[in-house]
Nanobody
């Protein structure tokens, strides 16, 4: 079955950086649009950044200029570089894979915790 495995979360001080990774297996990775979502306690899950199968990126306004999403189709992996982190970035970050044509092929990772605190 399809697996999305996130890594790279942790505790970081405000202003610091983290790099999240999401390794996908059992999908034709290059055919999927990939995204990072986050969910803070008591809040809904929101899109942070997305990258299409063709490499087009989009970002939530709150992270523009601070976060960078990228993908390596040879490694079946999507990354989220997070710089200038703020306490409000604290959340569980989830990786998502959605087939570029078949929207019903939509998968989630288990999530990785990011805590930004001094």
């Amino acid at each position: 079955q399809v697996q999305l495995v996130e890594s790279g979360g942790g505790l970081v001080q405000p202003g610091g950086s983290l790099r999240l990774s999401c390794a996908a297996s059992r999908i034709i990775f290059s055919a999927y649009n990939m995204g990072w979502y986050r969910q803070a306690p008591g809040k809904q899950r929101d899109l942070v950044a997305g990258i299409s199968s063709g490499g087009i990126t989009n970002y939530a306004d709150s992270v523009k200029g601070r976060f960078t999403i990228s993908r390596d189709n040879n490694k079946n992996t999507v990354y989220l570089q997070m710089d200038s982190l703020k306490p409000e970035d604290t959340a569980i970050y989830y990786c998502n894979a959605r087939h570029r044509l078949l929207g019903t092929q939509n998968y989630w990772g288990q999530g990785t915790q990011v805590i930004v605190s001094s």
